[in-house]
T-cell receptor, first 116, second 110 residues
């Protein structure tokens, strides 16, 4: 089974520019997560999707961040405009279904964003 | 709120045994997961403890004590490839998401 796919792997942009990250979860996984991981820290949840519905976006900075998961499969996370403090690794993860306690999630390799 | 504390760095020699601790302060505790992350790589799931006691998976074992709000990951017969960051994490938000610890960078030396 193919793992979680993310692209691009690396992105360097100037501040105030827009940027988008793409994630394709494992086939059949209904739940999708976007995390941000700052250097030397653990991943922090930005948004959780159950199928196409964003059910937890309380940690998403909505003034500049947006996300979508059309058709409940692929997802895109966007930042507009980017700020210097947005430099981090953006991780996507998925799991098979809701309704059970999540302790095992499958992560993609992440997109390393550098804002200059 | 939830917080999980880990030592920032641990160093050990190849072939040795190392223990990485995790303390937590939370209500509605479900259990404790452990993830491994190599530099530039994806976090990968290692183990989960829902109940007190020791869970063994090959060279890795994980332990939980709910009464002490404490768990650890035990790595035996250390190999160079075990050099990575290790994160404890707990299900939160009604069990629907994971909150990660601060992470421990393990360095294995010859």
């Amino acid at each position: 089974e193919a793992g979680v796919v993310q692209s691009p792997r690396y992105k360097i942009i100037e501040k105030k520019q827009p940027v988008a990250f793409w994630c394709n979860p494992i086939s059949g996984h209904n739940t999708l997560y976007w995390y941000r991981q700052n250097l030397g820290q653990g991943p922090e949840l930005l948004i959780r999707y159950e199928n196409e519905e964003a059910v937890d976006d309380s940690q998403l900075p909505k003034d500049r961040f947006s996300a979508e998961r059309l058709k409940g499969v692929d997802s895109t996370l966007k930042i507009q405009p980017a700020e210097l403090g947005d430099s981090a690794v953006y991780l996507c993860a998925s799991r098979r279904r809701a309704g059970t306690v999540t302790y095992e999630q499958y992560f993609g390799p992440g997109t390393r964003l550098t804002v200059t | 709120g939830q917080s999980l504390e880990q030592p920032s760095e641990v160093t050990a020699v190849e072939g040795a045994i190392v223990q990485i601790n995790c303390t937590y302060q939370t209500s509605g505790f479900y259990g404790l997961s452990w993830y491994q992350q190599h530099d530039g790589g994806a976090p990968t799931f290692l183990s989960y403890n829902a109940l007190d006691g020791l869970e063994e998976t090959g060279r890795f074992s994980s332990f939980l004590s709910r009464s002490d709000s404490y768990g650890y990951l035990l790595l035996q017969e250390l190999q160079m490839k075990d050099s990575a960051s290790y994160f404890c994490a707990e299900p939160t938000g009604g069990g629907n998401k994971l909150t990660f610890g601060t992470g421990t960078q393990l360095k294995v030396e010859l």
